[in-house]
């Protein structure tokens, strides 16, 4: 079982910033497209950036301009920078590694635990 280990979570206040940190194992993180994806209370999950291990970027149309998405290869982590939050960003943030484990053929999800951000005054 892969387990994605995230962090950074919190209060902050309106354009504010946080960074949030997902480590992932060393067998699969270079071969992963690592992403970020949000749930807010009674709303579907949602992309909010994902990331391939060739560097190419994607992000939600909601975050374009005030996230940035980055991946350190020599310390298997995914890093989600966030700044000028609003509050429409309050969810709990879930960490994905999108991978074709050895030996199989067809790509595998798996998922953090996820980190919750609030963005309140």
């Known amino acids: 079982q892969v387990q994605l280990v995230e962090s950074g979570g919190g209060l902050v206040q309106p354009g504010g910033s946080l960074r949030l940190s997902c480590a992932a194992p060393?067998?699969?993180?270079?071969?992963?497209?690592m992403g970020w994806y949000r749930q807010a209370p009674g709303k579907q999950r949602e992309l909010v950036a994902y990331?391939?291990?060739?560097?190419?970027?994607t992000y939600g149309d909601s975050v374009k301009g005030r996230f940035t998405i980055s991946r350190d290869d020599a310390e298997n982590t995914v890093y989600l920078q966030m700044n000028s939050l609003k509050p429409e960003d309050t969810a709990v943030y879930y960490c994905?590694?999108?991978?074709?484990?050895?030996?199989?053929?067809?790509?595998?999800?798996?998922w953090g635990q996820g980190t919750r951000v609030t963005v309140s005054s």
């Open positions: 990331i391939t291990n060739g560097d190419t970027i």
């Open positions: 060393g067998t699969i993180f270079s071969r992963a497209v």
């Open positions: 994905n590694a999108h991978v074709v484990l050895q030996y199989t053929s067809d790509p595998s999800d798996f």
